[in-house]
């Protein structure tokens, strides 16, 4: 293995694609030749919030906001995102991101992983009532909450 490598993110190709329109995710960990750590960059479209949550069985990751603000959720609680914020995450806590009026801009960082990774994928993280919650919104108005659309090409 090299001593050192140097890799624009913007040259990894975005992996998030068709299935989620509104985030661009570019996962450097083999563009880098790194046995011991992953650098990622995502961002997140405004108000987009990313359906499925994860964990890991053995990376801990840490997410720094670069851009915009947002809003993690870590198991049953959810926190507020700054620029700059550092959010530390051992492996277990399922998590995953929404990004406020601006978007969202995250690098992430992962740990050691077992050959293959470690994720573990959660399907339909988020509920309409947490989101009515954290918006002060009440049930009986989310018809009246606007959730952004795709635009189309």
Known sequence: MSRFTIKNLMDVDDSAGAYAPQLEARFARKHIGSEHLG???????????FPLGHSHTMQEEA??????????????EI??????????VAPE???SF??????????A??????EGGDGLMIHDWWTEQESC???G???ESLAAVQKPQPEKN
């Open 98 to 107: 929404e990004a406020g009026p601006e978007g969202l801009e995250i690098i």
């Open 63 to 76: 997410y720094v906001v670069v851009a915009g603000s947002g809003w993690i959720k870590l198991d049953d």
């Open 109 to 114: 960082v992962g740990a050691d992983r077992p």
């Open 79 to 88: 926190l507020a995102l700054d620029r700059w914020d550092i959010v530390r």
């Open 93 to 95: 806590p399922v998590r």
């Open 39 to 49: 650098v990622s960059y995502l961002r997140f479209a405004a108000g987009y919030r």
């Open 137 to 139: 919104v009440s049930t």
């Open 133 to 135: 919650e954290r918006l």
